[in-house]
Nanobody, 119 residues
Framework: VQLVESGGGQVRPGDSLRLSCATS????????MSWVRRAPGKGLEWISS????????YYADSVKGRFTMSRDNAKNSVYLQLNNLRSADTALYYC?????????????WGQGTQVTVSS
């Protein structure tokens, strides 16, 4: 199983980014997927999850209305659109594989992609 994130970078407040996670090694369409982040000096924050059909099942209050998670089962990939970025969104963003019944029963994580929001 592999999960490879991309799309991070350094941006200014108010900017947008689109993160991607390419996966392989498992039957992608059968599993919940999520994005989790870790800000500098802080713990992990679960920020979004989608079910097998791509319907969102969770957004953290901190990102609701600004971030949108999606998936493309034909491409074995998930995405996270980040709009109206704030300095508090600076973090390492991880793509996380759940199981068939729950996004939080995670067994594989990517290596992360860094998002830095700074003026």
């Amino acid at each position: 199983v592999q999960l490879v994130e991309s799309g991070g970078g350094q941006v200014r407040p108010g900017d947008s980014l689109r993160l991607s996670c390419a996966t392989s090694g498992f039957s992608f369409g059968d599993y919940y997927m999520s994005w989790v982040r870790r800000a500098p000096g802080k713990g992990l924050e679960w920020i979004s999850s989608v079910n097998q059909r791509g319907a969102p099942t969770y957004y953290a209050d901190s990102v609701k209305g600004r971030f949108t998670m999606s998936r493309d089962n034909a491409k074995n990939s998930v995405y996270l659109q980040l709009n109206n970025l704030r300095s508090a969104d600076t973090a390492l963003y991880y793509c996380v594989k759940g199981n068939k019944y729950s996004p939080k029963e995670s067994d594989y994580w990517g290596q992360g992609t860094q998002v830095t929001v700074s003026s």
